[in-house]
């Protein structure tokens, strides 16, 4: 299964942008779907942007002109462009790569809003 490696979380002020990573183990160009997921402890996993092979994203409305997802297929990375954060954008995001074959997610990494 292919292996996920997320980074670049951290504390920001609300209104501060973060940009998240995600590196996969194999070329995602033969990956059907790619997205970022969010969890808050108690709470279900929420989907947060989706980018398909043919570039076309998703979003959560909560996060409509606020988030940018894109897809790297040379270097085998999807990114999140997080800017204007709230900090009810605080959570764990997770990266998730999904085709006929596999279900995929990364470790997770931590997005914290101060106030």
């Known amino acids: 299964q292919v292996q996920l490696v997320e980074s670049g979380g951290g504390l920001v002020q609300a209104g501060g942008s973060l940009r998240l990573s995600c590196v996969a183990s194999v070329n995602i160009h033969n990956i059907f779907t790619m997205a970022w997921y969010r969890q808050v402890p108690g709470k279900q996993r929420e989907l947060v942007a989706t980018?398909?092979?043919?570039?076309?994203?998703n979003y959560a409305d909560s996060v409509k002109g606020r988030f940018t997802i894109s897809r790297d297929n040379a270097k085998s990375t999807v990114y999140l462009q997080m800017n204007s954060l709230k900090p009810e954008d605080t959570g764990v995001y997770y990266c998730?790569?999904?085709?006929?074959?596999?279900?995929?997610w990364g470790q997770g990494t931590q997005v914290t809003v101060s106030s």
């Open positions: 980018i398909f092979s043919n570039y076309i994203a």
């Open positions: 998730n790569a999904r085709n006929t074959y596999y279900n995929a």
